[in-house]
C-alpha cells in the first residue's frame, strides 16, 4: 500500500524558514517523478514543485520561485521542500504525492501557518 507521510510544518512569522520532509513508502520511489501540494484554507489544493526521479529537471509555481527548493533522497526515500523567506500567503496544508499514480491515496499532510 502507497503512503505518503509529510511532517515539518509549523508555525513562522514571515521571512523565517521551515523544511517539509515527505516519507514514501509502497512504491519504488527512486523511479517516480515526485510533487509538493498545498492547500489553503477554503481553497483548492494547487501545485507547488517538481522533481523528476533523478533529480532533474524540477519545476515551481511562480508563486514560490526563488523561495522554495524542492529535493529527494532516493536512498531514504524521502521528498523535502524547503521554505525560505515564507510569507502569510504560503499558509497552507501541504502534501506531496507522485504526479503519475493519481488514485494513490493521499496523506494527511502537514500544516504551516505564517503569521506576526
Known amino acids: 500500500q502507497v503512503r505518503f507521510v509529510e511532517s515539518g510544518g509549523g508555525s513562522v512569522q514571515p521571512g523565517g524558514s521551515l523544511k517539509l520532509s515527505c516519507a514514501v513508502s509502497?512504491?519504488?520511489?527512486?523511479?517516480?517523478?515526485m510533487a509538493w501540494y498545498r492547500q489553503a484554507p477554503g481553497k483548492q489544493r494547487e501545485f507547488v514543485a517538481f522533481?523528476?526521479?533523478?533529480?532533474?529537471?524540477?519545476d515551481y509555481d511562480d508563486s514560490v520561485k526563488g523561495r522554495f527548493t524542492i529535493s529527494r533522497d532516493n536512498a531514504k526515500n524521502v521528498l523535502y521542500l524547503q521554505m525560505d523567506r515564507l510569507k502569510p500567503e504560503d499558509t497552507a496544508v501541504y502534501f506531496c504525492?507522485?504526479?503519475?499514480?493519481?488514485?494513490?491515496?493521499w496523506g494527511q499532510g502537514t500544516q504551516v501557518i505564517v503569521s506576526s
Open positions: 504525492h507522485s504526479l503519475s499514480r493519481a488514485s494513490d491515496p
Open positions: 509502497g512504491i519504488t520511489f527512486s523511479t517516480y517523478t
Open positions: 522533481m523528476q526521479s533523478d533529480g532533474k529537471p524540477t
